[in-house]
């Protein structure tokens, strides 16, 4: 499956260079993605107050970290299919990590604002 990663170029045909170059700027966008949740993570780590829940602020860092690498390894996976498919004349592949993501997202954003009600009520 790596190996995939570093060499999609290996079957088929080279599509029209617009559909490769629209592949790498969607790679792009997401490992944009990828580094703002790795550096929402480090600077969770760093600035964020202790909290009045045990140990959430190191929840918040690991949970925005691990979020981000896996980010940013599922999109050099969609990538590389992409660029094999369009190299072999085939469909590209589905995605449901949009999706995926964007539920993450909106759990952990609802999380945190229970987490803001409870220490809003503690103090």
Known sequence: ???????????????????????????????????????????????????????????????????????ALRAVDHWARAERAMRQRRDLPPSRFPALLSILVAAGALLLVVAVLVQAARG
């Open 1 to 71: 499956m790596i190996k995939r990663w570093f060499d999609p170029q290996d079957v088929g045909e080279t599509p029209d260079y617009r559909f490769s170059l629209a592949n790498e700027r969607t790679f792009l966008a997401w490992i944009r993605t990828a580094l703002a949740l790795v550096a929402g993570g480090l600077a969770a780590a760093q600035f964020l107050p202790v909290l009045g829940i045990a140990h959430l602020r190191e929840v918040i860092a690991v949970a925005l970290l691990v979020i981000g690498g896996f980010v």
